[in-house]
């Protein structure tokens, strides 16, 4: 049974660094591109980041890119994902999600599987 599971969230003030973390099981981690995606309220599941299975490619979310690093640790299972800068528009409930494709990073529907999530709530 795969599971990932996300971690690192919870209440940062704007202008802040969270780091968030996915620890994946069930599956061959090292085969997998990893992504994270996030949901506001009433919005919609949108990309973030994503890193292809051997880390030789990785692509943001223009509302990220130059304040956020995605990398991962085959040896620990895991992705992270580190936001800088934190603006009140990031909070949202993270997901990262797990795909056996290395193109289309930005489509939630080449993702296999998902996580819970972990909140992230921004204070002004």
């Known amino acids: 049974q795969v599971q990932l599971v996300e971690s690192g969230g919870g209440l940062v003030q704007t202008g802040g660094s969270l780091r968030l973390s996915c620890v994946a099981s069930?599956?061959?981690?090292?085969?997998?591109?990893m992504g994270w995606f996030r949901q506001g309220p009433g919005k919609e599941r949108e990309f973030v980041a994503a890193i292809t299975w051997n880390g030789d490619s990785r692509q943001y979310a223009d509302s990220v890119k130059g304040r956020s690093t995605i990398s991962r640790d085959d040896a620990k299972n895991t992705v992270y994902l580190t936001i800088d800068s934190l603006k009140p528009e990031d909070a949202a409930v993270y997901y990262c999600?797990?795909?056996?494709?290395?193109?289309?990073?930005?489509?939630?529907?080449?993702?296999?599987?998902w996580g819970q999530g972990t909140q992230v709530i921004v204070s002004s």
């Open positions: 999600g797990a795909s056996r494709l290395v193109l289309g990073l930005s489509r939630r529907t080449n993702y296999e599987y």
């Open positions: 069930g599956l061959t981690f090292s085969r997998y591109t």
